[in-house]
Structure formats: C-alpha cells, structure tokens
T-cell receptor
Framework: DAEITQSPRHKITETGRQVTLACHQT?????MFWYRQDLGHGLRLIHY???????NKGEVSDGYSVSRSNTEDLPLTLESAASSQTSVYFC??????????????FGPGTRLTVL | RKEVEQDPGPFNVPEGATVAFNCTYS??????FFWYRQDCRKEPKLLMS???SGNEDGRFTAQLNRASQYISLLIRDSKLSDSATYLC???????????FGSGTRLSIRP
C-alpha cells in the first residue's frame, strides 16, 4: 500500500544545531508540503514543492529549507535550530498540478523539541 | 481577522446527539473546501470535501455558503468514536493558499 512516512518521529536537539527531518512518500504524488502545528495556530505551511527541482516558500519559511531531488522525498532542514521551532511537523503529499484542491495525505508527524 | 476561523470548542455532547460546526473564511476567491479529522497526537485525515451543492456521507453532512463565506459540518447520531478535532481547510487555488483552521474539538460522552 502507498504511504507517506516521516523520520525521526521524535527529536530533541539543542539551539544552534542543524536538523533534518525526512519525508518519504510512495504515492508518486507531484506535490509535497511541510507544515508545523502549534497550539492556537493550526497547521501553517513552511515549504512546498510541485515536482522535482521545484521548491517554494510558505507562510513561515524563515529558518527552514527544503530540496526536491526526486519524486519521493522532501527533506526539511532547520539551518540553526531555535526554541521557537519546537513544534510538531507534518509532511503531506497530494496528486494533481500546482496543489489545487486535491486531498492531502499526511505523514504521522515529527515532534521536535529544541532546548 | 484570521483567514479561516473556527470555534475551538470544546463541544461536549452526549452520544446520539446532533452537533454542528461552522467555519468562516475571508478570501471570497477561495475555490475548494474540506473537512479533516485529527485524532489526538495523530495526523489529519480527510473527512470529506465540501461541494457547492452540499454533500452527505452517512451521518456527516457538509455545506458551503459562498454568500456568507462559511462552511458547515453536521454530525448526526454522534458516536464515541467521533471524538476528535475537526479542521476546516480552505484552498484559494494554489498550494500557498491552502489555509487550515485551528480546529474545533469535539468530545462525545456516553
């Protein structure tokens, strides 16, 4: 069965360290997304990609970067982790072009704590 | 004003009751609408899309009111397993314009 996975599921790191969160999908979807979820804010878009070699900034992209070298993976890198980046991170993917109104399939999430 | 607003709840209702949530959005150009369900410490999952004509899936009914810019979700004969957070999602036509509401928490009591 097709799926979307994230690793690690839990991560504790220190301020200033570089951290990479992995996202892998086997749906063969063009579109992939990274969100963070914090109390009172719902899910906020960090970065997204419409296909290989395409990346775009979302609402809260400062301090984060992504790369899309193949269809299956969209790793999220925190350049220099800050305590404000403590959150739950969800990766998602969807079919279709340009992320128009298609169902998004979410990974199980990564809980990141920055001390 | 937030682009997508939901009453955070919690709604605490007895099993078998009917409960309804609304979600208002500010972008009149929004093109597609969804309800997602999120269980505690889990990922969101699509519950249903919301069509202009309204749609029903078993005990769940979703409606769209473009004039007043809100969508609604009605749950009839609620079950204990309906306890979750319900997220309203509004898509303005591109990935950067997919906006999630903060969610409405529903708790069904026996």
């Amino acid at each position: 069965d097709a799926e979307i996975t994230q690793s690690p599921r839990h991560k504790i790191t220190e301020t200033g360290r570089q951290v990479t969160l992995a996202c892998h999908q086997t749906w063969n979807h063009n579109n992939m997304f990274w969100y963070r979820q914090d109390l009172g804010h719902g899910l906020r878009l960090i970065h997204y990609s419409y296909g290989v070699q395409d990346t775009n900034k979302g609402e809260v992209s400062d301090g984060y970067s992504v790369s899309r070298s193949n269809t299956e993976d969209l790793p999220l890198t925190l350049e220099s982790a800050a305590s404000s980046q403590t959150s739950v991170y969800f990766c998602a993917s969807s079919d279709g072009t340009s992320g128009e109104g298609n169902e998004q399939f979410f990974g199980p999430g990564t809980r990141l704590t920055v001390l | 004003r937030k682009e997508v607003e939901q009453d955070p709840g919690p709604f605490n209702v007895p099993e078998g009751a009917t409960v309804a949530f609304n979600c208002t959005y500010s972008n009149s150009a929004s093109q597609s609408f969804f309800w997602y369900r999120q269980d505690c410490r889990k990922e969101p999952k699509l519950l249903m899309s919301v069509y202009s004509s309204g749609n029903e899936d078993g005990r769940f009914t979703a409606q769209l009111n473009r004039a007043s810019q809100y969508i609604s979700l009605l749950i009839r004969d609620s079950k204990l397993s309906d306890s979750a957070t319900y997220l309203c999602v509004v898509n303005g036509g591109s990935a950067s314009k997919i906006i999630f509401g903060s969610g409405t928490r529903l708790s069904i009591r026996p």
